[in-house]
């Protein structure tokens, strides 16, 4: 039997490329293809929903299992390896639809030889599609980080963790009532609606934002 595996990273993606690549390739190979399992979560675990079923309950020695890309199965290198390890032990084929090689169905009367020259043919461009695909991961959730970073040191939650409350700026115009002693911040926390963990995280990147303008401000009277 046929099925078809698919995964995007978030709930933002479509999922209809991948899923339209794999039943249009069994089409035009005339295989009955008998689902496609799909999952919506990161490529960082192998413990998602669809793809346990599939793998564990599902295919059975013999079977075909087809991928649209690489990294839809997973996103680091030992994973795919152990991933494919785990299928060529219990007899199942994986064809993966962006590496060709995979996909080509020998006769039978081929000998040893030459199965085994596609075999390892194939086993050579998975390892440099794997490495690719780590590679790939470890840059993004770099860059990631960096952004993180850059963000919290400049104060600008906006794009970052929780959704706001209200903006840096507005927040600036009620807390400087506490700063003249016009109201506590127990009142202006109740004022503005805020708990307490929120209204002091407020407080702080005031606080920081404040003290880098008065920094720049003496290094320039300095000079």
């Known amino acids: ?32 293809l008998e689902k496609v399992f799909v999952d919506k979560m990161s490529g960082k675990t192998i413990d998602r929903p669809r793809y346990i079923v599939l793998k564990e309950d599902v295919l059975r020695e013999g079977d ?18 152990d991933e494919l390890r ?36 194939n086993k050579v461009i ?12 470890q840059r993004r959730e770099k860059r990631q980080r960096e952004g993180i970073e850059a963000k919290k040191a400049r ?20 807390y400087i009532r506490v700063e003249r002693d016009e109201i506590g911040s127990r009142a202006l926390m109740r004022e503005l609606k805020m708990k307490e963990s929120t209204y002091f995280r407020y407080v702080k ?8 303008i008065n920094r720049s401000v003496e290094y320039v009277k300095d000079r």
Not at 12 to 21: A, H, S, V
Not at 126 to 137: D, F, G, N, R, S
Request: overall charge negative.
């Open 205 to 212: 990147e005031y606080k920081q934002k404040k003290s880098r």
């Open 86 to 121: 785990y299928y060529e032990e219990h007899g199942i084929r994986v064809m993966i639809l962006d590496i060709p090689t995979t996909t080509i169905d020998l006769p039978e009367e081929t000998d040893s030889m030459n199965k085994l020259v596609t075999e390892t043919i």
């Open 155 to 174: 104060g600008e939650w906006e794009d970052y963790g929780r959704k706001r409350v209200m903006s840096a700026d507005e927040f600036a115009k009620h």
């Open 1 to 32: 039997m046929y099925y078809g595996y698919h995964r995007v990273s978030t709930k933002d993606q479509n999922l209809d490329r991948g899923i339209k690549g794999i039943e249009d390739f069994c089409k035009s190979r005339n295989y009955k």
């Open 126 to 137: 998975i390892e440099i599609y794997a490495m690719q695909a780590e590679t790939e991961m």
């Open 64 to 81: 075909t299992l087809i991928i649209y890309e690489l990294d839809r199965l997973a996103r680091n290198k030992k994973s795919i390896s």
